[in-house]
């Protein structure tokens, strides 16, 4: 039986393990940077070993997965002091689910190549829910083989596992998703608010409209919460404007053009300003529904 | 059976009015500017009686049905010199499935009362595949008991018809729909032109996130022909620019902010001077892939 190490037990990463675990792979050493979080795990579970640093967990294993914060937080569990990257048997799979940038993807598979590892790109989408009901998307970037042999493991956490292309194109695929989707809340919000200034019966046109050319997981599941102005759950603001940071950095680099998203970008920030840093990523409406008429600025 | 006049017979109108008589309103008058456009359909679909002007085809009828430009020319058909509203019979019912705005709509129903006549603005969406499968979605504003009598002819060419609310409410639910399809038309050519810059196989991308919240059916029913950069077919941008204007002319109305819509029609401005009049709304990728990198301008 594989030996899997997990690091990083956050809203995310705590079920996700925990899916693994459940699903056949009991040789599991989690590793996190508040240890408490990590101590409640191993009870919850009443399995796994516990290790003091990504090192220390990454040693014993065939497959480590991490579901970190950021570009830096992954740097740090890799390459970093303590980190896995040295510790590591020739061989071993490092699967990083966090989202990041595809060029630290890259940087990392090269890394590893060097000492004989092999790295995957693995981020996710589905949210909260999907990770606690083990139904997230994972878009992979690297080689296929590695791919392979990882993909039973990523399969107990995710309904969907791809392998898009080499290093970075995971990333890259997540930063294609936030893209539609930013863009697609917002013409959403902007339908809803006009809907609402416009006195009409909501209801009745989303599921008039929601037949046709305007259809959208997020008008099926989200219109009547952004109505109701409910916004405590799901994929938070803060998280949606790092992610939509790196997309905006890597259109830089490749020379996108992404007005819309750089657009909604900017509304985010004045939804955090109004105190929705942990609001939903569908509180765009919100900013809309507190501009007063004469401040309109189109 | 019920007598029908059908007024205009364009892109839309002509397969329109055709599945009327096809499923059984056979005293069908249609009127058509273009006065040959009418003998043609009488002579196409075999049956039919043709009328000089709109005064005339709707002397004869219960119903009277218009599918014509704009705000405009509705008035012309209705209220103007030789416009159905004066030879229409006391109870008859005009039912104008053009795209207007909802000040036009509430104008001629107030002066179809004091007619003693009726008035539903039926605005549809389903493009012009929609209307010759008869699969269109018709969003209604009027009277209850009017909608209930014209219900079954509206039937003949479409799969929904809803009454969302009094006069007006149908081009309202009309706008809101434009509303959400603009934005999310340019969130999708963002996440496409990125994806193609970005080098990713966009199909198994596509495929992987067409899963979850980025979802459309602009994405499932789009994304190959704008990568093919495909736009003959559709519904097109000089229609979506006279339709963007009303949602626009309506919002300074209501108070609505709609700053990516503002935004995505000028975008559609671009477009036409690209040459794109007659292309599909998904041409917005076109724009976005004709800029060089250095023409970013976010």
């Given at each position: 039986?594989?030996?899997?190490?997990w690091i990083g037990l956050g809203v995310m990463g705590y079920p996700m393990a925990g899916h693994v675990l459940k699903n056949g792979f009991h040789n599991l050493t989690v590793?996190?940077?508040?240890?408490?979080?990590?101590?409640?795990?191993?009870?919850?579970?009443?399995?796994?070993?516990?290790?003091?640093?990504?090192?220390?967990?990454?040693?014993?294993?065939?497959?480590?997965?991490?579901?970190?914060?950021?570009?830096?937080?992954?740097?740090?569990?890799?390459?970093?002091?303590?980190?896995?990257?040295?510790?590591?048997?020739?061989?071993?799979?490092?699967?990083?689910?966090?989202?990041?940038?595809?060029?630290?993807?890259?940087?990392?598979?090269?890394?590893?190549?060097?000492?004989?590892?092999?790295?995957?790109?693995?981020?996710?989408?589905?949210?909260?829910?999907?990770?606690?009901?083990?139904?997230?998307?994972?878009?992979?970037?690297?080689?296929?083989?590695?791919?392979?042999?990882?993909?039973?493991?990523?399969?107990?956490?995710?309904?969907?596992?791809?392998?898009?292309?080499?290093?970075?194109?995971?990333?890259?695929?997540?930063?294609?998703?936030?893209?539609?989707?930013?863009?697609?809340?917002?013409?959403?919000?902007?339908?809803?608010?006009?809907?609402?200034r416009a006195e009409l019966d909501v209801e009745a046109v989303m599921k008039t409209i929601s037949k046709g050319a305007a259809q959208s997981w997020q008008m099926e599941n989200?219109?009547?919460?952004?109505?109701?102005?409910?916004?405590?759950?799901?994929?938070?603001?803060?998280?949606?404007?790092?992610?939509?940071?790196?997309?905006?950095?890597?259109?830089?680099?490749?020379?996108?053009?992404?007005?819309?998203t750089a657009l909604v970008d900017r509304f985010y920030g004045e939804v955090q300003s109004m105190g929705g840093n942990r609001w939903d990523t569908s509180s765009l409406i919100?900013?809309?529904?507190?501009?007063?008429?004469?401040?309109?600025?189109?």
């Amino acid at each position: 039986m594989a030996q899997v190490a997990w690091i990083g037990l956050g809203v995310m990463g705590y079920p996700m393990a925990g899916h693994v675990l459940k699903n056949g792979f009991h040789n599991l050493t989690v590793y996190n940077r508040t240890q408490e979080k990590a101590q409640r795990w191993v009870f919850e579970f009443d399995a796994g070993a516990l290790a003091l640093n990504p090192a220390e967990a990454a040693s014993r294993a065939d497959f480590i997965f991490s579901c970190v914060g950021n570009d830096e937080d992954v740097r740090s569990v890799t390459t970093g002091p303590q980190g896995a990257f040295h510790t590591m048997r020739p061989g071993a799979i490092f699967i990083d689910t966090t989202t990041t940038s595809a060029t630290l993807a890259r940087e990392l598979s090269k890394a590893a190549a060097e000492k004989g590892l092999h790295f995957i790109d693995a981020p996710v989408s589905g949210g909260q829910a999907g990770a606690q009901n083990g139904t997230l998307t994972v878009m992979c970037g690297g080689e296929e083989t590695s791919f392979q042999k990882a993909k039973p493991i990523i399969k107990t956490f995710a309904r969907e596992v791809v392998r898009i292309g080499p290093s970075g194109d995971g990333q890259l695929t997540k930063m294609v998703n936030q893209i539609c989707v930013a863009g697609l809340i917002q013409a959403l919000a902007e339908g809803l608010h006009f809907a609402k200034r416009a006195e009409l019966d909501v209801e009745a046109v989303m599921k008039t409209i929601s037949k046709g050319a305007a259809q959208s997981w997020q008008m099926e599941n989200r219109w009547w919460s952004m109505m109701d102005n409910e916004f405590d759950f799901g994929f938070a603001v803060d998280l949606m404007r790092k992610d939509m940071a790196i997309c905006l950095e890597e259109s830089r680099r490749n020379g996108a053009n992404l007005p819309v998203t750089a657009l909604v970008d900017r509304f985010y920030g004045e939804v955090q300003s109004m105190g929705g840093n942990r609001w939903d990523t569908s509180s765009l409406i919100a900013r809309l529904n507190a501009l007063k008429s004469d401040e309109v600025l189109e």
